[in-house]
């Protein structure tokens, strides 16, 4: 890479990298060149951003706990979003070039945000994001590409998440839907200001790029932004040998011996009798719905009340 910079100084600037993505503090956005990699290295945050230090990265995350989980958020988006296409690139042709539409939209916006506060332009190839890669995990659960063409639903993005949550349902699913209510218009935006602000359009965009990982997520086998990952990780070495399932797995995961897994244990508010934990079949959406209540907690300002 030193070489070739050498030759070519502007690849500082334009080198695609194995993928681009953005990550944003508050309204300052800041584009991600995901490496092309060799083997195994480990990389953090501050480094895909292009930092020269994690104190720098720190002070630009405004020393905020929430930011930088935020900016963690948007790397794991990318890492998932890359890794997945890689993983699928040699099928489905159809899907993937709806997803490398989509990989090409996102990288209009990385390159566009960090310069410029003119955040008009940027709206349709956000909605663009969205739908491209909604689309792609559609053709790839097998619905007809052309059929977008011909039903009234095609622009609809609202309806593409219902119905890419009803193919492959996932914990993602009620933020994929939060953010795609909360887009513009989308033809009405090509002609006239969407009347957003700056802030709002760089959460917009965080969304979409979360939604197209979210696409190959459900497909692909990299999934850096599950927390069972870490659990498998710290809890392995616990796990029975013939149950290595039981770290990292919740309990109703198909194709375990947890899929049916019952848990109580004494109460200890009405001694003599046994409190049943929630039901195998709840466990998988009752932790979506704590992942994206905590996400909007991260996201909410701080209030400051006044004493009197």
């Known amino acids: 890479m030193d070489a070739y910079a050498a030759m070519v100084p502007e690849v500082d600037t334009s080198w695609p990298g194995a993928g681009i993505g953005f990550a944003a503090s508050v309204d300052q956005v800041r584009k991600l060149t995901f490496p092309v990699v060799f083997g195994q290295v480990s990389l953090q945050p501050w480094q895909l951003a292009g930092f020269s230090g994690a104190e ?20 794991s988006d990318l890492h998932d979003l890359t890794n997945g296409f890689n993983e699928v690139e040699q099928k489905n042709p159809a899907a993937v070039t709806l997803w490398r539409m989509a990989r090409s939209n996102l990288e209009d916006v990385a ?12 709206i349709q190839p956000i909605c663009m994001v969205a739908e491209l890669s909604m ?20 622009h ?66 990299d999934d850096l932004a599950l927390p069972r990952d870490l659990h498998r990780e710290l809890f392995a070495p616990f796990a029975p040998s013939d149950h290595a399932e039981y770290a990292g797995s919740y309990r109703g995961t198909s194709g375990t011996v947890l899929v049916d897994r019952r848990i109580s244990a004494q109460s200890q508010l009405e001694p003599g ?8 079949g709840e466990v998988a959406p009752r932790m979506a719905t704590l992942l994206k209540n905590s996400r909007d907690l991260l996201e909410t300002p701080t209030q400051t009340v006044s004493k009197g």
């Open 156 to 221: 609809n993005l609202s309806s593409l998440a219902r119905r890419m949550a009803n193919a492959r349902q996932h914990r993602d699913d009620l933020r994929v839907q939060a953010v795609v209510d909360a887009l513009p218009p989308y033809v009405e935006s090509r002609y006239k200001p969407a009347g957003l602000k700056r802030l709002q359009v760089v959460k917009l965009a965080l969304g979409v790029q979360f939604i197209a990982a979210s696409s190959l997520r459900r497909i692909a086998s």
């Open 56 to 75: 720098e990265w720190w002070n630009w995350c405004r020393q905020d706990r929430a930011i930088a989980g935020e900016v963690a958020h948007a790397v």
């Open 273 to 280: 009798r046994d409190y049943e934990f929630c039901p195998p």
């Open 111 to 122: 390159n566009t945000l960090p310069t410029t506060f003119s955040h008009d332009s940027v």
């Open 135 to 154: 689309k792609a995990a559609l053709v790839w659960d097998g619905v007809d590409p052309d059929s977008f063409r011909k039903g009234k639903d095609g």
